[in-house]
């Protein structure tokens, strides 16, 4: 029997695959053990007729979203524990234009690491009063916000000792289902960040910090949250990276 993962096996790895090209991370990257089983090996299926996803496809708009659904604090009787933050920031497209109507959706673990999941078993609390999603749709001006609660890193047993930064997962539809986009907002100065396989699988480091929000004091609410603003470019040399690609 093979002797486990550590860390240090991991690092080794990452190290060799580091300062690659600027492209999109490798689907097979190997310091994320997953990848191996996870990653495409057949050739593209080809849809004959791609409008027809959309009529078994979730709908959304206006009417679907409600005000209180970018609020992760107010889904519950009571309030969740942890720290409050505020989450803003625009979805623009290459040329920094303001994406309007958007469907954002957010999910994520709680303050203490652990997600409300079936198969999240590892030895930290939930918290009755929080679920961990949220949506809304963007503003005229491209805008978006979210109240929540800051996330805790957590365990992923991708090896001995592996724990994943703190992060917010964002999803962003486009006009349509097929158009959909998933990625990872980090907060800044997570000392987690060189051993996370997941997040150096983004070779580029400029493209790397692009997944980090900024820390906002503007932002904040006095006596309520702290301010986080995170941009999200959907294309061009800029872009925010994407976990399927662009």
């Not at 078994?56 to 609020?71: K, R």
């Not at 469907?103 to 999941?117: D, F, K, M, P, T």
């Not at 997962?169 to 960040?193: E, I, N």
């Not at 995170?230 to 061009?236: A, E, R, S, Y």
């Amino acid at each position: 029997m093979s002797e486990p993962l550590k860390q240090a096996d991991i690092d080794q790895e990452i190290a060799a695959l580091s300062g690659g090209p600027g492209d999109h991370p490798a689907r097979d990257y190997a310091p994320y053990r997953s990848t191996l089983l996870r990653h495409p090996k057949q050739p593209l299926v080809a849809v004959k007729d791609p409008e027809a996803a959309e009529l078994s496809g979730p709908a959304f708009g206006v009417s679907d979203v409600t005000a209180l659904d970018n609020d992760l604090t107010r889904q519950h009787l009571g309030e969740p524990l942890g720290e409050r933050m505020t989450v803003r920031g625009r979805v623009l497209d290459r040329q920094g234009r303001p994406v309007r109507n958007q469907l954002v959706e957010i999910w994520q673990a709680n303050a203490s690491g652990r997600y409300l999941h079936q198969r999240d078993d590892h030895s930290a609390p939930l918290d009755p009063n929080f679920t961990g999603v949220g949506r809304c749709l963007t503003d005229d001006d491209g805008n978006y916000l979210f109240t929540t609660i800051k996330p805790g890193a957590y365990p992923w047993r991708n090896h001995v000792n592996a724990w994943r930064p703190a992060h917010i997962h964002f999803s962003l539809f486009g006009s349509a289902f097929t158009q959909r986009l998933v990625t990872q907002m980090y907060f800044p100065g997570d000392p987690l960040f060189p051993y996370d396989p997941i997040m150096q699988s983004v070779t580029d480091e400029r493209a790397r910090q692009r997944l980090v929000a900024s820390y906002a004091h503007e932002l904040s609410e006095p006596e309520f949250s702290l301010g986080y603003r995170w941009d999200i470019v959907l294309d061009g040399p800029a872009a925010t990276w994407m976990e399927e690609g662009r």
